[in-house]
């Protein structure tokens, strides 16, 4: 009993320090990574790159940057400016809502998606159905927010009748 | 622009990181071993089972599927370690991870940008369980 108990302990430390070297050996470069990203303005870019983004997605192009870095650095960072952008940009309840929906559902893709392939995920369908369920869940979103006086002037429907 | 700093916060929170990981699954990845090597993790595990197949889960997993949700998913990772599980089973759990985990601070994060909460957490979680069933249907 007592050799069965000193054994799996063993085994439980093994299988962590094996899973914390994996996950180490990709979370070190991928934080210099992400801070490169930030401060290179691969940020700005990236989001000058995805306007169709937001046109599929129908938030305003504000709305887009937090999106884009929540999407790359995470939640909290995507939050921080989404705070920063809704006081200075005036952001409507609609893009706030959105972009929120979209970013639950998919943030920091590097960090979350490398940490899950590190102990033995498949990448392709990870980051594949993450991304895809984001962004059918936040054109939902935008589809059916409650928006009555603004969002009958905007609906595409309407100006094709015009 | 990229400077001196720029490396050496990338490397802090590397660092970091990795600390905060060392903390939280070495623990959690004996604690379940224990667990699971025991024979206790089994009674719980047998209960669930019923519900984990529809994912093509075993019972176990559902440890990780709820620490997951409700702490975060270096914990869930440390769960999976402890597992004996099938490259689909590990892809399963991690799409539904990737969708929902650490529900709470995540969720009190979200509601500083003026959106409630708990419609996106029930969002979250109903994304995960139709995502997991689908890869396992498809993987």
Same mark, same amino acid.
């Given at each position: 009993?007592?050799?069965?108990?000193?054994?799996?302990?063993?085994?439980?430390?093994?299988?962590?320090?094996?899973?914390?070297?994996?996950?180490?050996?990709?979370?070190?470069?991928?934080?210099?990574?992400?801070?490169?990203?930030?401060?290179s303005g691969l940020m700005e870019w990236a989001t000058g790159k995805l306007q169709s983004l937001a046109v599929l997605l129908q938030i305003s192009k504000e709305s887009l940057l937090p999106l884009v870095v929540g999407l790359f650095a995470g939640l909290a960072f995507g939050s921080g400016i989404l705070i920063n952008a809704s006081k200075e940009a005036q952001?409507?309840?609609?893009?706030?809502?959105?972009?929120?929906?979209? &970013?639950?559902?998919?943030?920091?893709?590097?960090?979350?998606?490398?940490? $899950?392939? %590190?102990?033995?995920?498949?990448? #392709?369908? @990870? &980051?594949?159905?993450?991304?895809?369920?984001?962004?059918?869940?936040?054109? $939902?979103? %935008?589809?059916?927010?409650?928006? #009555?006086? @603004?969002?009958?002037?905007?609906?595409?429907?309407?100006?094709?009748?015009? | 622009?990229?400077?001196?700093?720029?490396?050496?916060?990338?490397?802090?929170?590397?660092?970091?990181?990795?600390?905060?990981?060392?903390?939280?699954?070495?623990?959690?990845?004996?604690?379940?071993?224990?667990?699971?090597?025991?024979?206790?993790?089994?009674?719980?595990?047998?209960?669930?089972?019923?519900?984990?197949?529809?994912?093509?889960?075993?019972?176990?997993?559902?440890?990780?599927?709820?620490?997951?949700?409700?702490?975060?998913?270096?914990?869930?990772?440390?769960?999976?370690?402890?597992?004996?599980?099938?490259?689909?089973?590990?892809?399963?759990?991690?799409?539904?991870?990737?969708?929902?985990?650490?529900?709470?601070?995540?969720?009190?994060?979200?509601?500083?940008?003026?959106?409630?909460?708990?419609?996106?957490?029930?969002?979250?979680?109903?994304?995960?369980?139709?995502?997991?069933?689908?890869?396992?249907?498809?993987?």
């Amino acid at each position: 009993m007592g050799f069965f108990f000193i054994d799996t302990v063993l085994d439980g430390l093994q299988a962590g320090f094996m899973g914390l070297k994996n996950i180490a050996v990709v979370v070190l470069p991928l934080m210099v990574a992400v801070e490169l990203a930030k401060d290179s303005g691969l940020m700005e870019w990236a989001t000058g790159k995805l306007q169709s983004l937001a046109v599929l997605l129908q938030i305003s192009k504000e709305s887009l940057l937090p999106l884009v870095v929540g999407l790359f650095a995470g939640l909290a960072f995507g939050s921080g400016i989404l705070i920063n952008a809704s006081k200075e940009a005036q952001l409507s309840k609609k893009d706030r809502y959105i972009v929120a929906v979209f &970013l639950s559902l998919c943030h920091s893709v590097f960090e979350d998606t490398l940490l $899950l392939t %590190a102990v033995g995920a498949s990448l #392709p369908w @990870l &980051l594949g159905s993450r991304i895809l369920l984001a962004v059918i869940g936040s054109m $939902l979103a %935008a589809r059916f927010f409650p928006e #009555p006086a @603004l969002g009958v002037q905007n609906k595409p429907a309407e100006q094709g009748r015009v | 622009m990229i400077t001196r700093q720029t490396w050496i916060n990338g490397l802090k929170n590397g660092i970091e990181t990795i600390w905060e990981l060392a903390k939280v699954v070495v623990p959690v990845t004996l604690a379940v071993t224990v667990l699971k090597e025991t024979g206790w993790l089994g009674l719980l595990a047998g209960r669930l089972e019923p519900l984990m197949s529809l994912l093509g889960l075993p019972g176990e997993a559902a440890l990780a599927v709820v620490i997951g949700y409700f702490l975060n998913i270096y914990s869930a990772i440390a769960v999976i370690l402890a597992l004996d599980l099938t490259a689909q089973q590990i892809t399963v759990l991690a799409v539904m991870l990737g969708i929902c985990h650490n529900l709470l601070v995540e969720g009190a994060v979200t509601a500083k940008t003026g959106v409630k909460p708990l419609p996106l957490a029930l969002l979250r979680i109903g994304v995960s369980i139709l995502a997991g069933l689908g890869v396992n249907w498809a993987f």
